[in-house]
């Protein structure tokens, strides 16, 4: 557990008096530990930030893929259509 700054050696012997500093290390506690959340929670947030930029750039080359798989199947298309118009022309007779 993680020290405080209201722990000491002398607190163990708690009393009614105490009962303020009671509630004060009791918040100090609770703070500390958010204080830890919060730097977990930045730490995740950056790790998470840093996947998304790569997976957007993976997401754009996979879109440039796709663009240059489909002009080369319009030019496949088109040297096709061309290839059968002269075939149609010949004559076969």
């Known amino acids: 557990m993680k020290k405080t700054l209201f722990d000491n050696e002398t607190y163990?012997?708690?009393t009614k008096e105490d009962k303020p500093l009671n509630r004060l290390k009791n918040l100090d506690e609770k703070i500390a530990g958010a204080v830890s959340k919060?730097?977990?929670l930045k730490e995740e947030k950056v790790l998470l930030e840093r996947r998304?930029?790569?997976l957007e750039a993976r997401l754009d080359e996979k879109e440039q893929e796709v663009e240059k798989l489909s002009s080369e199947k319009t030019?496949?298309?088109n040297?096709?259509?061309e290839l059968l118009?002269?075939?149609?022309?010949?004559?076969v007779g």
């Not at 118009?85 to 004559?91: A, G, K, R, S």
């Open 12 to 14: 163990a012997e708690v």
């Open 75 to 77: 030019a496949i298309k």
């Open 79 to 81: 040297q096709l259509e």
């Open 38 to 40: 919060v730097k977990a």
């Open 85 to 91: 118009n002269e075939l149609e022309t010949l004559d």
């Open 52 to 54: 998304i930029q790569e």
